[in-house]
């Protein structure tokens, strides 16, 4: 089975500057690993995604990500963020071949102007 | 292209009452999975439905059930509704997750709802 931790239930940050979203999975089978943003009192959509290949998956918004596979990590980096960043940030995993995603609890990203 | 429509957006119950949501994937979609989003548990998988079947379960009492019609729209039930229902209901469609054993395929891809925010008093 899957399962996956975010760190930070909420992270606070001033406008233009740079923040990190920390997530760490645990599985016993190679895994997919995603990023969803959900804005205000709407549903998630995808921020990014990683599959195989290389490491950096860059995503919308300004949004990267990379995949460790030693750290069992999947942080989420942006280099300056903008009030319109403001939302919940989801990890998931998934184990592939129609099983379902496994989403982390969430991290409440704050911009502060 | 529509996206994924639930309704209703809001709903308020009563303990002990039963409650049906609904789900319109986007065209095209045939799978449609269901999450409950809460602010202490985040998000968790109820069950996934593809071409009228149940296909994944997730860990909820047997009071949590649905139903895939034939045009790809889905419902949810919930009956003898407790306080601890109360969420947001979110779903989801994606063209074939089965198909997400390609590695390289794009099927993992969930669309998700706006929600149905369900409140039991």
């Known amino acids: 089975a899957q399962s996956v931790t975010q760190l930070d239930s909420q992270v606070p940050v001033f406008e233009e500057a740079p923040v990190e979203l920390r997530c760490n999975y645990s599985?016993?089978?190679?895994?997919?690993l995603f990023w969803y943003v959900q804005y205000p009192n709407q549903g998630l959509q995808l921020l990014l995604k990683?599959?195989?290949?290389?490491?950096l998956v860059k995503g919308i918004n300004g949004f990267e990500a990379e995949f460790n596979k030693s750290q069992t990590s999947f942080h989420l980096r942006k280099p300056s963020v903008h009030i319109s960043d403001t939302a919940e940030y989801f990890c998931?995993?998934?184990?592939?071949?129609?099983?379902?995603?496994?989403f982390g609890k969430g991290t409440r990203l704050s911009v502060i102007a | 292209k529509a996206g994924v429509t639930q309704t209703p957006r809001y709903l308020i119950k009563t303990r002990g009452q039963q409650v049906t949501l609904s789900c319109s994937p986007i065209?095209?979609?045939?799978?449609v999975s269901w999450y409950q989003q809460t602010p202490g548990q985040g998000l968790q998988f109820l069950f996934e439905?593809?071409?009228?079947?149940?296909?994944n379960k997730g860990n909820f009492p047997g009071r949590f059930s649905g139903r895939q019609f034939s045009n790809s729209r889905s419902e949810m039930n919930v009956s003898t509704l407790e306080l601890g229902d109360s969420a947001l209901y979110l779903c989801?469609?994606?063209?074939?997750?089965?198909?997400?054993?390609?590695?390289?395929?794009?099927?993992?891809?969930?669309?998700f709802g706006s929600g149905t925010q369900l409140s039991v008093l």
């Open positions: 989801a469609s994606s063209l074939d997750r089965v198909k997400a054993a390609n590695p390289r395929a794009s099927n993992e891809k969930l669309f």
């Open positions: 599985s016993s089978v190679s895994v997919y």
């Open positions: 990683y599959l195989s290949g290389s490491t």
């Open positions: 998931a995993v998934s184990a592939g071949g129609g099983t379902p995603l496994v």
């Open positions: 065209s095209g979609h045939r799978s």
């Open positions: 439905y593809f071409s009228e079947t149940q296909r």
